[in-house]
């Protein structure tokens, strides 16, 4: 798992690369405990190349959705694969998290 | 050996008394000289020979006791000879008309404890030559053995053999002797007390060689000696041998004295390493094992000054030894700026080592060994010495072996304690593993109007995935599936909570008063109970089902589980309900139950519901791919006919086919219900 970190202006994009399973989903959670991600307004999660997502990765968004919420930070998810895509609409989560098709809609949100 | 030896001396005795008195001689008849060397011959052989095959006396390597052995009943005996000398000589005084006799009985007397003497002292030296000798130089002993042997022959044959034969091979003996007498490696695992010991031992020993030469050259001129003497080459020889390596021996002794201290240095080193290898293995604490090192290395290194730093994450603390925190901060110090603090260092000349000098140290030498394995960094020695030129590169290769050996101890006894600490563990899961079966249900609904089959395959010892069943009247059944985030123990509790939270909201569903519990009500309450105990990474996945049979239908809520999979007999469509339903636990208060819809579905007889969790449609084969819902549906659609139990083998059959024996990944639950058309039994 890598994730590789983009800043522009206000939003950080955060692209993830491999398997978020129960180890690498420690990193990802390191990443998004950091204080000075509040002080973005967006945070946009790059899907593309994120091939599975096990509960804990899940874990991870479902325990900083709150946090971010309160921050007013919004989390937004883009370019997901349809087997990552049919997890969170499974779990719920679809109607819970903004997750768009394309970088450009993800950018206007 | 010992009775032709006692025997042959007896005869010896009897030809010299009747020689010395030629009343009884001329009684019997006076014996000729040839039997007398004869006797002597056998006599000397036979001594010799049995001490020969004595068993060795050396045990270890316990020389003093040894030669303290050889001095002792010899030692005796010549005092035994030498009183005897002047018994005869007070004796033959008084009784003229008797010297003779007694001086010859005497004789005999005394010869008998030379040769004992002689044949102890050789085969005492015998073991000393063969101390660590080599197989030539026991040949080398036994041709030596072999031609003094043949000496004794030539005393008998001493009218007809001629000097120029005898000559040679009696000069090639003493050679062979002195040569042998070049082997004293004994001496070089003395201690300087055991070498002052074995000087004064060979002293004395020479000293009872001298008593009795001394006692044979005043006999030589005695006219009163009755028979010929024994000063054939044989006793002649190996009396040269017995002296010369006696004296070899005190030369060598004496010599090795004043490097003795040096020696001594050595092997205590190498004694304190075995005595450090030995303890080590039997240090119980990491504690104790760091003092011995310390102790050890202090002691052997005869160190002035010297502390231990340890790394924090062991559990013992650092060590000292007359060192005081300034200097020991102040080297530590500089050790770190010359970046030098935890490599192999020696120093033995810290006086001219500017960095070193500007600490005004009292020490001359230092040594810097750290306590490392391939992959850990223990802790690091420090040694120091007041002299310069202290320490030897000797001394930094001894102190690795001492190193390198606790590094070892500490290394097992962490090994040890984890292998400890698993093995609780273990045991811990196993008592886990068995509390959640007795959770699961063991006996499942029974009733004439459905078919129920469950089927559960847990990744570890604990899972996290869960089901249950109520029957709330005759004609209700409440089912409950789900799945908790993660895996193993923390899984396993939160799945015992679950099953708690099941028992206790049923008793809210009172259809008698026309409050039937609703599935949405039911997963709301269940969120907020779960939002006080349930980690905020963790959620929880639930399908949660009341069939009725007054009705004919059920009504079930979704918490973010997998879809369920159903075959309906009158349309004879397969397919998943798609309901919307967030899971257990992600978001925590009032708004909940907005994410969670109820449903309502009337069945029919035939009908087949398949309720599973994750672990089943994600089931992975060798190529990564996921068995899949698809997968699933298909299976049904062939197989909704046969019975529950048959659906439910299936199944199982087809996912093991799937994954062709790669273990599963995750847990894997699985329930088959079949509608019947039949009245219920109660």
Redesign the interface.
């Known amino acids: 798992m890598k994730i590789a970190q983009h800043t522009d202006n206000d939003t950080l994009t955060l692209a993830l690369d491999g398997e978020l399973d129960?180890s690498s989903s420690v990193s990802l959670?390191t990443e998004l405990t950091k204080p000075d991600i509040l002080s973005y307004r967006k945070v946009m999660i790059d899907c593309q190349r994120l091939n599975y997502i096990s509960?804990?990765g899940?874990?991870?968004f479902?325990?900083h959705?709150?946090r971010f919420q309160d921050a007013g930070v919004k989390l937004v998810f883009f370019n997901m694969q349809d087997?990552v895509h049919n997890v969170f609409e499974?779990?719920?989560?679809d109607?819970?998290m903004t997750i768009v098709p394309t970088a450009q809609e993800a950018a206007s949100v | 050996m010992l009775p032709l030896a006692a025997l042959s001396w007896l005869a010896l005795l009897a030809c010299m008394l009747l020689r010395a008195s030629p009343a009884s001689a001329a009684w019997i008849g006076v014996p000729p000289d040839w039997l007398i060397l004869v006797t002597q011959a056998v006599f000397a052989a036979a001594t010799f020979t049995h001490e020969r095959f004595r068993p060795d006396r050396l045990r270890g390597a316990e020389f003093v006791p040894l030669l303290r052995q050889l001095l002792f009943w010899p030692g005796v005996l010549a005092g035994v000879c030498a009183l005897l000398h002047l018994a005869e000589r007070l004796l033959s005084a008084h009784l003229p008309e008797r010297g003779p006799v007694l001086l010859n009985a005497f004789y005999v007397i005394n010869l008998g404890l030379f040769v004992y003497f002689l044949a102890r002292t050789c085969y005492t030296w015998r073991t000393l030559v063969f101390f660590r000798a080599n197989h030539r130089t026991r040949r080398q002993w036994l041709w030596f053995e072999m031609l003094l042997g043949a000496t004794l022959l030539f005393r008998l044959a001493d009218s007809g053999a001629p000097n120029w034969l005898m000559l040679p091979v009696l000069a090639l003996l003493a050679g062979m002797g002195v040569y042998l007498s070049a082997h004293q490696q004994w001496v070089a695992y003395l201690n300087r007390r055991q070498k002052w010991e074995v000087v004064f031992l060979q002293l004395a020993v020479l000293g009872l060689m001298a008593v009795f030469l001394v006692y044979f050259l005043h006999l030589q001129q005695d006219p009163n000696l009755a028979g010929p003497l024994a000063q054939h080459a044989f006793l002649v020889l190996t009396s040269f041998f017995a002296g010369f390596y006696a004296v070899m021996g005190l030369l060598v002794t004496l010599f090795n004295l004043p490097t003795a201290g040096v020696f001594e240095q050595k092997r205590e080193e190498i004694l304190s390493m075995q005595r450090l290898s030995q303890l080590i293995q039997k240090g119980q604490t990491e504690k104790e094992v760091y003092s011995l090192l310390f102790d050890s290395a202090v002691h052997t290194m005869e160190a002035d000054a010297a502390w231990l730093d340890l790394t924090s994450d062991g559990s013992a603390p650092s060590l000292e030894y007359q060192i005081d925190p300034p200097t020991r901060q102040g080297i530590n110090r500089l050790l770190t700026d010359y970046n030098i603090g935890h490599i192999e260092y020696l120093n033995n000349d810290l006086p001219n080592s500017a960095g070193f000098r500007a600490l005004g140290l009292t020490y001359g030498s230092l040594i810097v060994m750290p306590l490392r394995s391939s992959n850990h960094h223990y802790g690091t020695l420090y040694l120091l010495k007041e002299l310069r030129q202290g320490f030897e590169r000797e001394n930094l290769s001894l102190l690795h072996i001492f190193t390198s050996q606790t590094v070892v101890r500490i290394d097992n006894l962490r090994l040890m304690a984890e292998a400890l600490h698993n093995e609780l563990v273990k045991e811990e899961l196993k008592i886990a593993s068995i509390v959640q079966q007795s959770l699961i249900p063991k006996t499942l609904p029974v009733d004439s109007w459905f078919e129920i089959r469950w089927h559960s395959l847990p990744a570890r010892e604990v899972g996290g995935d869960f089901y249950d069943f109520l029957q709330l009247s005759a004609s209700r059944i409440a089912i409950i599936i789900g799945d908790v985030s993660g895996k193993g123990t923390t899984a396993a509790f939160h799945v015992a909570q679950m099953k708690g939270i099941f028992h206790s909201l049923m008793l809210l569903d009172k259809p008698e008063k026309g409050q039937p519990l609703q599935p949405s009500k039911f997963m709301a309450m269940a969120n907020q109970a779960l939002s006080h105990c349930l980690e905020r990474s963790s959620f929880i996945t639930a399908s949660f089902y009341i069939v009725d049979y007054k009705d004919r239908g059920f009504a079930f809520a979704r918490a973010g589980h997998c879809h369920t999979l159903y075959y309906n007999a009158i349309t004879e469509e397969t397919f998943y309900f798609q309901t919307e339903g967030l899971g257990l636990g992600i978001i925590r208060d009032a708004s909940y139950e907005k994410r969670i819809k109820n449903m309502y579905y009337d069945y029919n007889p035939g009908d087949v519901m398949v309720m599973y969790t994750d672990g089943i449609v994600e089931a992975r084969n060798a190529q990564d791919e996921e068995y899949g819902e698809d997968r699933l549906r298909q299976l049904l659609e062939r197989s909704h006919y046969l019975e529950a139990e048959e659906i439910k083998q299936s199944i199982i059959r087809d996912l093991e086919e799937f994954s062709r024996g790669l273990p599963p990944f995750d847990d894997q639950t699985l329930l088959v219900i079949k509608f019947k058309n039949a009245q219920p039994l109660v």
């Not at chain 1, 499974?90 to 989560?93: A, E, F, K, P, V």
């Open positions: 129960a959670d509960s804990a899940l874990g991870v479902i325990s959705l709150q087997k499974i779990l719920g989560l109607s819970l």
